[in-house]
């Protein structure tokens, strides 16, 4: 058995390079990347053990998605491309789920806290106010009062 079949058989790819003349008659076979269809024809290329061909960085990406990773949630073993990707951290579903639903909390939380704090400003401009016009009143009645004792004085 060659390297190409062994490599085959196993579920990888082998790298080749492409040549002119493709074909036992002569003819150009068109080699393009099963999943970005970029045409691979004289380049460096990779083929799978059902002869569809793949360019490197499609390979590169399929062969990340197959490796094993692990949730840090809760650490059971996925591969890459079951892990959903949660504000940089890939999770498991069940994983992100959970941290969607707590962001969801904490964001209440927040959202609470926030409007907390604008009734309790509110309340303070309220209060200012108040004590605003109350002085404003004072300062009128003591001027009003005191036109009215020089009036009273002079006469």
Same mark, same amino acid.
């Given at each position: 058995?060659?390297?190409?079949?062994?490599?085959?058989?196993?579920?990888?790819?082998?790298?080749?390079?492409?040549?002119?003349?493709?074909?036992?008659?002569? +003819?150009?076979?068109?080699?393009?990347?099963? +999943?970005?269809?970029? =045409?691979?024809?004289?380049?460096?290329?990779?083929?799978?053990?059902?002869?569809?061909?793949?360019?490197?960085?499609?390979?590169?990406? =399929?062969?990340?998605?197959?490796?094993?990773?692990?949730?840090?949630?809760?650490?059971?073993?996925?591969?890459?491309? =079951?892990?959903? =990707?949660?504000?940089?951290?890939?999770?498991?579903?069940?994983?992100?789920?959970?941290?969607?639903?707590?962001?969801?909390?904490?964001?209440?939380?927040?959202?609470?806290?926030?409007?907390?704090?604008?009734?309790?400003?509110?309340?303070?401009?309220?209060?200012?106010?108040?004590?605003?016009?109350?002085?404003? +009143?004072?300062?009128?009645?003591?001027?009003?009062?005191? +036109?009215?004792?020089?009036?009273?004085?002079?006469?």
């Amino acid at each position: 058995m060659s390297e190409v079949d062994r490599l085959a058989d196993d579920g990888k790819r082998n790298r080749a390079v492409s040549n002119a003349d493709s074909s036992a008659f002569g +003819v150009a076979v068109l080699k393009s990347c099963c +999943v970005c269809h970029a =045409d691979l024809h004289g380049k460096t290329r990779y083929k799978d053990s059902t002869g569809r061909y793949w360019c490197p960085t499609c390979n590169e990406k =399929d062969q990340m998605a197959k490796e094993a990773a692990e949730c840090p949630d809760c650490t059971q073993s996925f591969t890459r491309a =079951d892990l959903v =990707d949660f504000k940089g951290t890939p999770v498991c579903q069940s994983c992100w789920e959970k941290r969607r639903a707590a962001a969801r909390r904490e964001e209440s939380r927040l959202r609470a806290i926030e409007e907390q704090l604008q009734a309790e400003e509110d309340q303070k401009k309220r209060w200012k106010l108040i004590i605003s016009i109350t002085l404003a +009143v004072i300062a009128l009645w003591a001027v009003i009062y005191m +036109v009215y004792w020089l009036s009273a004085r002079g006469s």
